[in-house]
Every structure is written in structure tokens, then in C-alpha cells.
């Protein structure tokens, strides 16, 4: 099974767990920042990510920069729960 057909799968699962209420609102926020044309500011795959400060779990504030200075990393954006 390729990854898309694997996205795919799990696409049509979660339809059948999320209430249509829920999805209803999920797919209005989704189609507002396409019309917002937020696409259009995306980086694009292998372009260099902007330097920026989030705070990591202990609250202290941590900077890609500050990061990047130790060697590569990788960075997983975890959107949470609806």
C-alpha cells in the first residue's frame, strides 16, 4: 500500500468517527484559510524555514537558530484536537 492510498484509508476512517457537526465546521475553517490565501505563503518543501522563538515544554523560550546551531533537526507542528 503506497502512503497516499495509507492517507487515504485513514481519511475515510476518521469521517466515520468525527460527528458531521464537527467535520461541518472542520471543513469551514479549512476552506476560510484556502480563500484567505494563506497557500500562497506556505515555505515550500527544501525551502529554508523563517528563524523564530517558541517556547519548549518547559515554558523556556527556544529559537530555530539556537537549535540549527547544535546540527540538523526536524520539526513536527502538532495541530492538537478540534
Known amino acids: 500500500m503506497?502512503?497516499?492510498e495509507?492517507?487515504?484509508t485513514?481519511?475515510?476512517a476518521s469521517k466515520a468517527r468525527i460527528p458531521p457537526?464537527?467535520?461541518?465546521?472542520?471543513?469551514r475553517s479549512i476552506d476560510d484559510l484556502r480563500a484567505?490565501?494563506?497557500m500562497s505563503r506556505i515555505a515550500k518543501a527544501g525551502q529554508p524555514a523563517p528563524d523564530f522563538t517558541l517556547?519548549?515544554?518547559s515554558g523556556?523560550?527556544?529559537s530555530l537558530k539556537e537549535l540549527l546551531a547544535r546540527?540538523?533537526?526536524v520539526l513536527s507542528f502538532y495541530r492538537g484536537r478540534w
Open 36 to 38: 484567505s490565501g494563506i
Open 71 to 73: 546540527g540538523p533537526l
Open 21 to 27: 457537526e464537527a467535520r461541518a465546521i472542520m471543513q
Open 60 to 62: 523556556r523560550p527556544v
Open 10 to 12: 485513514m481519511r475515510e
Open 6 to 8: 495509507k492517507l487515504d
Open 55 to 57: 517556547p519548549n515544554g
Open 2 to 4: 503506497t502512503l497516499q
